[in-house]
């Protein structure tokens, strides 16, 4: 077991995302930030953009993690890369019925890949996407949410609305 995925829609990828980062990293030689590139969440940055902005945020991991997009069913990115490992975070029991039936259905769709889930630190646990987005759209400080470069875009992305 040495290469895993952590796979999401990361728009934007934000300090728990990071958080789980760091975490898989010390348990796994090489991990794959895999970026959903067509998503049903109607996302504010382009693949392209949360693939370069992930990038830059995690540039001090160094080599072994990599971070790209993929398209399609995510056993097929996972097999693709050599991984037999799906991380997903955790941060309160409400995640858990949504993450069983995607690792359910993953083991169904491919049964020699394994779902491993990570808790997310208590200091990020009350993170999502969505609302720091929605803190950012409304000209709030979500420097303590997001990595520096990712405030700065958010920052950007929602001035003179
Ligand atoms: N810290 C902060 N936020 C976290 C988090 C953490 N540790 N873990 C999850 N979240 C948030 C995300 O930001 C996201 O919030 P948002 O909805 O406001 O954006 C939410 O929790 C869950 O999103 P995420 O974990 O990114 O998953 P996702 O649902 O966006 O992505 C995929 C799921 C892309 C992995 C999944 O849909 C997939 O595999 N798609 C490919 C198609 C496929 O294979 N389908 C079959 C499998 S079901």
């Known amino acids: ?13 934000t300090n728990g995302h990071r958080d789980i980062v760091e975490r898989a990293s010390k348990l796994f030689e090489r991990v794959h930030v895999a970026i959903a590139e067509s998503t049903s969440k109607r996302p504010l940055f382009d693949a392209d953009e ?14 072994g993690v990599v971070v790209e997009k993929f398209n399609g069913l995510l056993v097929n990115y996972v097999a693709s890369v050599g991984a037999d490992v799906i ?18 259905m ?3 769709l491919a049964p020699k890949i394994e779902t491993v889930f990570l808790m997310a630190s208590q200091q990020h646990s009350f993170i999502n996407s969505t609302i720091v987005k929605e803190v950012a759209r409304f000209g709030g400080d979500v420097s303590s949410l997001v990595p520096e470069n990712i405030g700065k875009r958010l920052k950007d992305a929602f001035q003179g609305q």
């Open 50 to 63: 949360r693939v370069a902005l992930t990038k830059q945020a995690l540039k001090a991991f160094g080599e």
């Open 106 to 108: 993953n083991r169904e």
């Open 1 to 13: 077991m040495q290469t895993a995925v952590y796979a999401g829609t990361f728009d934007p990828f």
């Open 87 to 104: 991380i997903r975070g955790l941060r309160a029991v409400s995640d858990y019925e949504y993450e069983y039936q995607i690792a359910a």
